[in-house]
């Protein structure tokens, strides 16, 4: 495979605190560069929906990173305009993206699996004795345990642990390996701010 020197950051914003969603935008450094050689960063920003006041949150974003040296001091050179800003869609395969655009589709479909499988298991966390109980133990169940079996909500929670672990794993299966083309990642610490962490810490 003939090596490539696209390079992503990412930029992980909280989640819109009403809807719980957020939107993705790869803002490109230089336009005029060849596709192979251009740089950028992935903005996962909190917001219901793509609009023309998330995308100017996304850019602030970006330009206030960069003026705290918290990006390439190379990036931007000509500025960010509104034709650097794409938005793009997890779960979008379209063949004209580049290999780097296709990764950080891959890799907001991935976290976002990630999240749901993660998610689906603290659900599910509450279940632990009855089905350790029925599948290993082989034993009765006690009174409390029977009232959690026969509930309903019992059965959506196992059947939707288990649908979250195969997408996941399905997902991690069928992905193109562009993801690693991310060289460095920008998440938030454990503060809120944004640190600036290797790929190769993230294990």
């Given at each position: 495979?003939?090596?490539?020197?696209?390079?992503?950051?990412?930029?992980?914003?909280?989640?819109?605190?009403?809807?719980?969603?957020?939107?993705?935008?790869?803002?490109?450094?230089?336009?005029?560069?060849?596709?192979?050689?251009?740089?950028?960063?992935?903005?996962?920003?909190?917001?219901?929906?793509?609009?023309?006041?998330a995308r100017q949150q996304a850019i602030e974003l970006v330009?206030?990173?960069?003026?705290?040296?918290?990006?390439?001091?190379?990036?931007?050179?000509?500025?960010?305009?509104?034709?650097?800003?794409?938005?793009?869609?997890?779960?979008?395969?379209?063949?004209?993206?580049?290999?780097?655009?296709?990764?950080?589709?891959?890799?907001?479909?991935?976290?976002?699996?990630?999240?749901?499988?993660?998610?689906?298991?603290?659900?599910?966390?509450?279940?632990?004795?009855?089905?350790?109980?029925?599948?290993?133990?082989?034993?009765?169940?006690?009174?409390?345990?029977?009232?959690?079996?026969?509930?309903?909500?019992?059965?959506?929670?196992?059947?939707?642990?288990?649908?979250?672990?195969?997408?996941?794993?399905?997902?991690r299966e069928a992905m193109s390996g562009n993801a690693k083309?991310?060289?460095?990642?920008?998440?938030?610490?454990?503060?809120?701010?944004?640190?600036?962490?290797?790929?190769?810490?993230?294990?």
């Amino acid at each position: 495979m003939t090596a490539v020197r696209y390079q992503i950051d990412i930029i992980w914003g909280e989640r819109d605190r009403l809807s719980g969603r957020t939107v993705h935008y790869l803002i490109i450094d230089n336009l005029e560069a060849p596709e192979i050689e251009r740089e950028g960063v992935l903005v996962l920003l909190g917001a219901k929906k793509d609009s023309s006041r998330a995308r100017q949150q996304a850019i602030e974003l970006v330009r206030t990173l960069w003026e705290e040296e918290r990006l390439p001091e190379e990036r931007f050179a000509n500025g960010i305009t509104e034709e650097s800003i794409v938005s793009i869609s997890q779960k979008t395969e379209n063949p004209k993206l580049t290999p780097v655009e296709q990764g950080a589709v891959e890799l907001c479909e991935l976290l976002a699996l990630q999240v749901s499988y993660q998610q689906a298991c603290v659900d599910a966390a509450p279940l632990v004795p009855v089905v350790r109980a029925v599948v290993e133990e082989e034993r009765a169940l006690s009174a409390e345990e029977l009232e959690i079996a026969k509930d309903k909500k019992t059965a959506k929670i196992l059947q939707k642990v288990a649908a979250a672990s195969a997408d996941l794993s399905r997902f991690r299966e069928a992905m193109s390996g562009n993801a690693k083309l991310i060289l460095e990642v920008i998440q938030p610490d454990s503060s809120g701010d944004v640190a600036v962490k290797k790929s190769d810490s993230l294990g």
